[in-house]
């Protein structure tokens, strides 16, 4: 007898209280992309690290248009004028090379007409004007990013500006993909009567790998009892997250759930009302999360997204675990699962000022065409009748990070 269906929160938060961080290790910031951060990180010293200009030009003493002075040296990036202008003297300079003492402004080359070692000044030069301040982005010992961040283009440019060459992050959980089912066949290989392509090995994989997890190429278990058991035995020794598909249900061919008992792993729920992925499992060996996810491909991404991407995002320490982002209307009615949630593939659309979320076709668990182009699962609440048109609903962004 299953036990009584929880809700899509109540799992989420049973796999998030089951989930502890994993530790952390110093790697160089050039290999840290994706990453998430373990402290704090915070400013070495001031950047920009000097008075540098903003502008191709001339650095001057502030002052008015119509003056006549001679160029007496230049400033160019990574090599300062060796001397500061003195009265009736300007400096050439480029772009971010450092401002020399004594001259506090900048005049754009475009504001002067250059005639041999002198040039007029066309135009009035303000104290200051051109000339970016030490610290304007950030001063030493600012906060620049905070733990838990996870280390994109921007962030790892900001890192780099701080002055990092090294960065303390978290470790990538190590993710293995088992996938149940005597008649699966490699991608590509050809198809005997009753066999289909494992399309949820690669899917899988990829989702785990984009979540920041170390992964290897997904194993097919065949639906026997001992099979299963001797692969999970070793998936589990070499694992943070064991990701199944298939043989959760309560079929005379599901053999999971009884091995991973057999196996020390302790279950933590079975049984989510919410479609598709009601019989998703998930239990815990050690800190080993086991997660038992529908055969059904839409299934297995969905039940991914809602219950394993939060808590690989955890074990990593990413403060976005586990969030549910945004709302949208609904384009069209959707009908209604009397007993479980549902999570429908839509795009977004903004019209009106509004976002408006299309079921992106056919919703059935076992058309995987509907994953392609969505941009969110959309909660639909278990309910009678349909859910009507233009109704709020909540969202929650398909995989792509944590
Ligand atoms: P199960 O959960 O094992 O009962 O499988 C449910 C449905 O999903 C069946 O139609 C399976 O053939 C299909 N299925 C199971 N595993 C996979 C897989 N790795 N790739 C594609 N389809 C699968
Ligand atoms: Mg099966």
């Known amino acids: 007898m299953p036990p009584p269906l929880i809700t899509i929160a109540e799992a989420r938060r049973r796999v998030l209280a ?26 070495a010293g001031d950047t920009p690290p000097f008075p540098c200009s903003a502008m191709d030009g001339y650095a ?26 003195g009265d009736g003297e300007a400096i050439r300079i480029s772009t971010g090379a450092a401002v020399p003492h004594g001259a506090v402004a900048v005049i754009r080359q475009e504001d002067v007409d250059a005639d041999g070692e002198l040039i007029h000044t066309r135009a009035d030069t303000a104290p200051g004007e051109n000339v970016r301040r030490p610290g304007e982005d950030m001063t030493a010992g600012t906060l620049v990013l905070r733990a838990g961040t996870t280390l994109q283009a921007a962030e790892l440019g900001a890192a780099v500006a701080a002055g990092a060459g090294a960065v303390e992050v978290t470790l990538r959980p190590r993710v293995q993909v088992l996938c149940t089912g005597d008649e699966l066949r490699e991608p590509g290989a050809s198809l005997e009567p009753g066999e289909i392509h494992n399309s949820n090995g690669p899917m899988l994989t990829a989702l785990a790998a984009g979540c920041g997890a170390v992964t290897r190429p997904a194993q097919r278990l065949a639906d026997d009892r001992a099979a299963t058991e001797r692969s999970l035995h070793g998936a589990l020794a070499g694992a943070d997250a064991v990701v199944l598909s298939g043989g959760v249900s309560v079929g005379p061919h599901d053999h999971v759930k009884p091995a991973l008992a057999a196996l020390g792993v302790e279950e933590v729920f079975w049984g989510v009302a919410l479609q598709p992925g009601k019989p998703t499992w998930f239990g815990t060996r050690n800190g080993t999360l086991v997660f038992g996810l529908p055969g059904n491909p839409v ?31 609904l384009s069209a009615d959707v ?44 909660l639909i609440p278990a309910g009678d009748g349909v859910l009507g048109a233009g109704t709020e609903i909540a969202l929650e962004p398909l995989p792509g990070r944590c």
Request: glycine share 8%.
């Open 18 to 43: 089951a989930t502890r961080p994993l530790g952390h290790e110093l790697i160089a910031v050039t290999q840290a992309l994706g990453r998430v951060l373990a402290r704090d990180l915070t400013a």
């Open 60 to 85: 001057l003493a502030p002052g008015p248009a119509g003056r006549r002075l001679k160029v007496v040296g230049e400033s160019r990036a990574g090599a300062p004028a060796e001397r500061a202008p």
């Open 299 to 329: 299934s297995a991404f969905v039940t991914f997204a809602l219950f394993a991407r939060p808590a690989l995002a955890r074990l990593q320490g990413a403060v976005a675990a586990g969030r549910l982002e945004g709302t949208a209307v």
């Open 335 to 378: 009908p209604r699962n009397p007993h479980r949630d549902q999570a429908i593939r839509v795009r977004l659309e903004r019209r009106d000022h509004e976002l408006v979320a299309l079921p992106n076709g056919p919703q059935a668990s076992h058309i995987v065409t509907s994953l392609i182009g969505a941009d969110a699962l959309a």
